[in-house]
């Protein structure tokens, strides 16, 4: 019998299972969330380094490169 890279076991079927698709659904709406607050959190944080700057008397080069 030769061995073939497929077999039975590896070959997915053409219904997936409710509970693969919740997963799939709750990692792909967790990675959107995530997305949504990381380009927040860079917004907000470029817009207080002029703040900073000013109230911390910074230089550019102790503010960090631009």
Known sequence: M???FFDQRSVMSDTSSPRTTVKVIALALAGAV???LFGFDSS???GAVDAVRKQFSLSASLTGLR
């Open 2 to 4: 030769a061995c073939s």
């Open 44 to 46: 907000v944080v470029n």
């Open 34 to 36: 995530g997305g949504f």
